[in-house]
């Protein structure tokens, strides 16, 4: 089983619907979950940030981690045509671990 | 504005060659990483550094060696292209190794091997 489980889509959706990305994991010792976001020919940029159980909230975007369940999810509300991209989650155990990726979820909104 | 800079945007290599690949960051970073990306695979660490001349392996150091001789630059050296190696690489630095601190990508490598 791969640590980080995530869905690669692609999810294809029309403007002003709400998204939901997902990532599941099976190790329980990972603490801080982040998303990136990735555009076509650009490197990822970290979208949200969360330790541990939660929710965090961001504009349009939100982030929960359900630690009991192993499972973050990422929403975005009134999706726009310029939220068309990769989405990947991350995770690590501490803060002087590397990151683990899942393996990105390509998201497309049609206008 | 935190800025991560990689020397090519795009090459092409025989098998065979030795490749280099720059990173530079401009924000004190102590740590530093490269990672590949491929499609299906995600993106999967090589290596990094967290600090000068040190380095680690990530999950796929084989065939790739690393240098990292000032602080601002990290270098991916490919000793021997193999066709294998055909991919997308990122860079990315940041002031811790995991969470505590976002990483900052730059804008990656598309390296062809024929």
């Known amino acids: 089983q791969k640590e980080v489980e995530q869905d690669p889509g692609p999810l294809s959706v029309p403007e002003g619907a709400i998204v939901s990305l997902n990532c599941t994991y099976s190790?329980?010792?990972?603490?801080?979950f982040m998303w990136y976001r990735q555009y076509s020919r650009k490197g990822p940029e970290l979208l949200m940030y969360?330790?541990?159980?939660g929710n965090k909230e961001d504009g349009r975007f939100t982030a929960q981690v359900d630690k009991s369940s192993k499972y973050i999810s990422l929403f975005i509300r009134d999706s726009q045509p310029s939220d068309s991209a990769t989405y990947l989650c991350?995770?690590?155990?501490?803060?002087?671990?590397?990151?683990?990726f899942g393996k990105g979820t390509r998201l497309s909104v049609i206008a | 504005d935190v800025k991560v800079t990689q020397s090519s945007r795009y090459l092409v290599k025989r098998t065979g060659e030795k490749v280099f690949l720059e990173c530079v960051q401009d924000?004190?970073?102590?740590?530093m990483f490269w990672y590949r990306q491929d499609p299906g695979l995600g993106l999967r660490l090589i290596y990094f550094?967290?600090?000068?001349?040190?380095?680690e392996k990530g999950d796929i150091p084989e065939g790739y060696s690393v240098s990292r001789e000032k602080k601002e630059r990290f270098s991916l050296i490919l000793e021997s292209a193999s066709t294998n190696q055909t991919s997308m690489y990122l860079c990315?630095?940041?002031?811790?190794?995991?969470?505590?601190?976002?990483?900052?990508f730059g804008p990656g490598t598309r390296l062809l091997v024929l």
């Open positions: 990315a630095s940041s002031f811790f190794q995991g969470a505590r601190e976002t990483q900052y």
């Open positions: 991350a995770m690590s155990y501490s803060g002087n671990t590397p990151l683990v």
């Open positions: 190790n329980s010792a990972f603490q801080y």
């Open positions: 550094s967290y600090d000068v001349k040190m380095k």
């Open positions: 969360t330790y541990s159980s």
């Open positions: 924000m004190d970073h102590e740590n």
